[in-house]
Structure formats: C-alpha cells, structure tokens
C-alpha cells in the first residue's frame, strides 16, 4: 500500500471513528436530560466491561493487577472519573458544538502540564500557540458578557481533567502494566459512581437501559477504528481528524436539539483547532518534542467507562508510529 493511500485510509477510518464517537455524545445528551450523569457514567461503564473483559481474555500474558505506581494509578483513576461527570454533565447542559469547542482546549492543556510533570521543554512556537489557542476559549466563553454557567466550568474542568489524565498515562505508561492502566478507572468509575447512585436514580424503561449498552458499543467501535487508524497512517494525520466531531456537533445540535452555532463560538473554535492542530503537527517533528505528549493521547479524553486508545493499542501489541 502506497503512503498516500495508507494515509487517506486512516485518515477515513478515523473520520468514521469521530463520527461515531459524536453520535455516542448525542445518546449522551439525549439521555441528560431524564438521567443524571453519574447515573448515565455508571451504567455505560458497567455494560463496556463485557466487551473490555472479552479483550483481556485473549491476551494470554501473566498480568495481575497491583500497580507498579500506585499513587499516579489512583490520580489517574479519579481524573479519569471526573473527567467523565464533568463531560457527560456539560453536554446536558450546552450546546454540543459549543461543549466540544472548549473541550478541544485539552491538547493546550496538555502542552502546558507536560513542562512540570514530563520535562517537556515548549519552544516559543508551541508556547504562541498555547496562548492563541487560549484566547480562542475566552472568545468561546466571553467572561463579563455571556452568562456562564455549570455548564461552562463542568466543560473547562474535564478539559483540565483529561489533560491530567493523558499526561499521567504518558508518564508512567511505559513502566505500568496495561492491564492496570485499562481497568483501574473502570473499576474506579463503577465504585464511585455505584455509591452516590442511590441518591440520584431515576427509574428506566428498558429502551433507556439499552441506549446505554449503545453509550458502550459506541465508544467500544469508535475506539478500535482508531487503532486501526493509527495502523495505518502516522498520528500527525489521524490525531486532527478528532476536530472533525465539531462539524457533526453543529449537525447533530442543529437537527436534534434546535441549537444553533453562534459567531463568537464559531470564531472560537477556529482558533482552538487552529492552534491545536499546529501543537499536533509540531509535536510530529522529532527535534521539537521528546515526548510528543499530545500526539501519545491518541483519542478524546478518558471518562473512565472505556479504556483510552492508546492502552488498548498497547495492550494489542501496537507500537507507537513515529513517523
């Protein structure tokens, strides 16, 4: 297979991938407005276990489950939980398109956190576009002249939360086993959200439990067409396909919810995957960043209810491509 087709065929099994990812996030909504996030977290997460065990059992390595560094095993699991409450809950209460828009500020975030927690050294370019890239979530956001809501800091928090998350997989990655780093937010995520469950269940018909096990499906097959993106073409093509969910958002918030992209969070989001999209392919330069920290993400940010991309990739035997 020639470099260009391989890189137009994993550029579209990720276009597909993000779309499917984007239709998950409108179940998500759907479901946010009968159903509190911890509620819709938990029982998403509770049916992915199927489908994560199924995977596990095919891997044949002796593996147990004590972590190597169980204290960042822990920060990861609870930012991983948070992330999911925050996310799910600011898609019930924002527009999609406008949800996403801030969401997108994590590889920024990232960027940022890499320098103290990873020895990342961001060069000026970099360091511009961080700041670009910021000032594209004040345009989003207009503090002093729209109103902000929960909604708004549900959103930057799983932002900061992700961005947690993803730096703290590049750190210990390497050294802690894959079957730590794709069950313990799991287990995490059912424990926490199974113990304030009780407070806010409401009861569900049968057709609600079942776009549940979709939430599941969804993020399961959205995540191995991913891998199988990263199989065939270098991140640097398939990691800006991710900004692609905004366009569905527009669609889907348009069609579905009545909702309409306004100036300011168009112009936002511009700028957003503008400067996001540099970081992505400046990273792909290997002279400019040793840990390509953006780049190692490889997907949207973890909720806990579905193991991240890139330890399913390892846990699948699947090299990081560095070209």
Do not use: C
């Not at 949800?99 to 990342?120: C, H, K, Q, S």
């Not at 345009?139 to 902000?148: C, D, M, N, T």
């Not at 992700?162 to 313990?184: D, N, P």
Request: hydrophobic share 55%; no cysteine.
């Amino acid at each position: 297979m020639t470099t260009s087709h391989s890189n137009l065929k994993g550029a579209a099994l990720s276009l597909a991938a993000f779309g499917i990812y984007a239709t998950h996030d409108v179940v998500v909504k759907f479901l946010g407005s009968d159903y509190s996030a911890v509620q819709i977290i938990f029982f998403s997460g509770l049916l992915s276990f199927p489908l994560v065990t199924v995977m596990l059992l095919g891997d044949k390595r002796d593996e147990n489950l004590v972590p190597r560094h169980p204290w960042w095993s822990l920060l990861r699991a609870i930012s991983a939980v948070l992330t999911g409450v925050a996310g799910f809950f600011a898609f019930s209460q924002l527009p999609m398109a406008q949800a996403y828009a801030i969401f997108f500020a994590m590889p920024l975030l990232i960027t940022l956190m890499a320098i103290p927690m990873l020895g990342e050294k961001v060069g000026l370019r970099r360091g511009v576009a961080v700041v670009v890239g910021l000032i594209g979530v004040l345009v989003v956001l207009r503090p002093g002249e729209a109103e902000l809501g929960l909604g708004h800091l549900a959103a930057l928090s799983a932002a900061v939360t992700g961005a947690l998350t993803s730096v703290i997989v590049r750190k210990i990655g390497s050294r802690e086993r894959s079957a730590v780093l794709m069950l313990f937010p799991m287990l995490g995520n059912v424990l926490a959200m199974g113990a304030v469950l009780p407070f806010v269940y409401e009861p569900m018909p049968v057709a609600h439990l079942g776009l549940m096990g979709i939430i599941a499906l969804f993020g399961f097959v959205a995540g191995l067409l991913v891998i199988k993106a990263y199989r065939t073409a270098p991140a640097v093509i398939v990691a800006p396909m991710q900004y692609s969910q905004i366009l569905w958002a527009a669609l889907y918030g348009s069609l579905l919810f009545n909702e309409m992209v306004d100036l300011y969070t168009a112009i936002g989001s511009t700028i957003i995957i503008a400067s996001g999209i540099y970081i992505v392919l400046r990273e792909g330069t290997p002279s400019v960043s040793e840990n390509r920290p953006v780049l190692s993400t490889r997907s949207r940010p973890e909720t806990g209810a579905m193991p991240r991309v890139s330890v399913m990739m390892r846990r699948m035997g699947i090299p990081e491509r560095q070209d």
